[in-house]
């Protein structure tokens, strides 16, 4: 998909007239019949309720509204890897040797390990009650984002209904300012003409003012992905704690109960050997699952992350906007000016001709 240009994401749709529902259209006249471009008041009020709503929604999502209920969920999911990885390196021996050499050790070893397992699945148990609390905060961190959001997509689409009813009274504006030109061609009166230079600055003044709406409009359609991405965000998270606290959890408490009973398991050679190796084997897979957990709960933690980098291209985006159409804006006041003066100049030589070729007569 080809990028839009600046100019094409601040025009309206070119079907939203069609598309407009009568009660909108209601509306619209109503905007369009308050408009008084020659009003300076009126025009620098225009829409303004609803930018500083916007600019004021824009900090909140820039600020990160909810994104801390996300890294503190992500520190608990790490917590609770690092508690269950702690205890299995207890398990382990100073020699490095399979996970169930153990059953080799003296008594002391198996009791310091049962007080090891109570440390740790009290532990995951404290973490799993936050964490618990923290999808139940991360819930109500989407919930409040769909809520933005839905308030965002109502802010644009009245922007845009305030956009296209301006642009509706320009047009009228500009038909006016048209026959006021050209009374003013054919009149001596210079007083009609700065009445119709008066009337064009006028309407600059509510153009620039509606550029200014139409960037207002702009952010708002950008915000919505932001918006989007943060809940999105959320929501992973939060499935990836259910997932942690009703199938990973438990399966590592079994797995550390088990480990634990086998230590006291008494037997024969061969019952202890039979007992290592299906064990090394549950590790190899305990350990190519954790390793898949560790990797998808990390993935899960930065997916949805906003990229401050994207806020500062979108931001240079605009300050460059609005930088180069205040220059065009200043070039084209200077020249009108330069044309107002030659105007005049040209309006001087003309009635000193007429005056000359008169006095002839």
């Not at 070119?14 to 905007?31: F, H, S, W």
């Not at 408009?35 to 916007?54: F, N, P, S, T, W």
């Not at 550390?256 to 061969?270: D, F, T």
């Not at 806020?311 to 107002?340: D, F, P």
């Amino acid at each position: 998909m080809e990028e839009l240009t600046m100019q094409q994401q601040l025009s309206l749709p070119a079907t939203y007239e069609q598309k407009m529902t009568p009660e909108i259209a209601r509306k619209v006249e109503e905007l369009k019949s308050s408009i008084d471009i020659h009003d300076k008041g009126k025009v620098i009020a225009y829409g303004r309720e609803e930018q500083a709503h916007l600019s004021k929604f824009s900090e909140s999502i820039l600020q990160g509204v909810g994104t801390k209920e996300v890294g503190e969920a992500g520190k608990l999911l790490t917590k609770v890897i690092g508690d269950i990885n702690g205890y299995k390196v207890a398990c382990e021996n100073d020699d490095n040797v399979r996970f169930f050499a153990f059953f080799r050790k003296q008594k002391s070893k198996i009791q310091t390990l049962q007080t090891k397992y109570k440390s740790v699945a009290d532990n995951i148990d404290i973490v799993v009650k936050e964490l618990q609390n923290k999808d139940l905060a991360l819930g109500q961190v989407s919930r409040n984002f769909e809520m933005m959001y839905v308030e965002n997509k109502n802010m644009y689409e009245f922007l845009t209904m305030v956009i296209y009813a301006g642009e509706q009274a320009l047009k009228d504006e500009k038909i006016k300012l048209q026959n006021m030109q050209k009374e003013a061609e054919m009149s001596e009166d210079l007083m009609e003409i700065q009445n119709a230079s008066d009337f064009n600055d006028d309407i600059i003044r509510f153009e620039r003012r509606l550029y200014d709406l139409k960037l207002t409009r702009t952010i708002a359609i950008q915000q919505a992905g932001q918006i989007k991405n943060i809940q999105k965000g959320a929501d992973e998270l939060s499935e990836s704690i259910k997932t942690t606290i009703v199938t990973s959890i438990p399966l590592w408490k079994n797995q550390m109960a088990a480990a634990l009973g086998m230590q006291v398991i008494q037997g024969s050679l061969n019952a202890v050997n039979a007992v290592k190796d299906a064990t090394n084997e549950m590790m190899k897979k305990n350990a190519e699952l954790n390793k898949q957990l560790t990797l998808e709960t990390a993935q899960a933690v930065e997916r949805g992350v906003l990229d401050i980098e994207t806020v500062n291209v979108v931001n240079q985006k605009l300050i460059e906007s609005l930088s180069g159409s205040y220059e065009i804006a200043k070039q084209a006041i200077a020249s009108r000016e330069e044309g107002a003066k030659q105007l005049q100049k040209d309006e001087a030589e003309l009635k000193a001709a007429i005056v000359k070729y008169t006095n002839l007569n």
